[in-house]
């Protein structure tokens, strides 16, 4: 049974930071592309950053600077380190477990963790 599960997050003041973190179980950590996507109520689901199973990274131009995707292979655990947080970061973030297209750009594939809201407020 595959399972992406999600911890971290939470309220943080403007400026703040927080770190996610998304433990996979039941697939073959290391070969997958790990993506974090956030969303707000009435919008589609965004990919913020991704990591591939070569440990590239690619970021949305929103937070480009600011968050940071790692992964820990050993521990089968993908992070979202997001410093100087602003207001508009607020949402809802999930971690996905999916491929890399010919292109190289993150494909979202099944199987995604609970998700974990993040609310930037003063």
């Known amino acids: 049974q595959v399972q992406l599960v999600q911890s971290g997050g939470g309220l943080v003041q403007p400026g703040g930071s927080l770190r996610l973190s998304c433990a996979a179980s039941?697939?073959?950590?290391?070969?997958?592309?790990m993506g974090w996507y956030r969303q707000t109520p009435g919008k589609q689901r965004e990919l913020v950053a991704y990591?591939?199973?070569?440990?590239?990274?690619n970021y949305a131009d929103s937070v480009k600077g600011r968050f940071t995707i790692s992964r820990d292979n050993a521990k089968n655990t993908v992070y979202l380190q997001m410093n100087s947080l602003l207001p508009e970061d607020t949402a809802a973030y999930y971690c996905?477990?999916?491929?890399?297209?010919?292109?190289?750009?993150?494909?979202?594939?099944?199987?995604w963790g609970q998700g974990t809201q993040v609310t930037v407020s003063s």
């Open positions: 996905n477990a999916g491929q890399q297209d010919s292109g190289g750009l993150h494909i979202a594939g099944p199987y």
């Open positions: 039941g697939i073959i950590f290391r070969v997958y592309s």
């Open positions: 990591i591939t199973h070569r440990e590239g990274t």
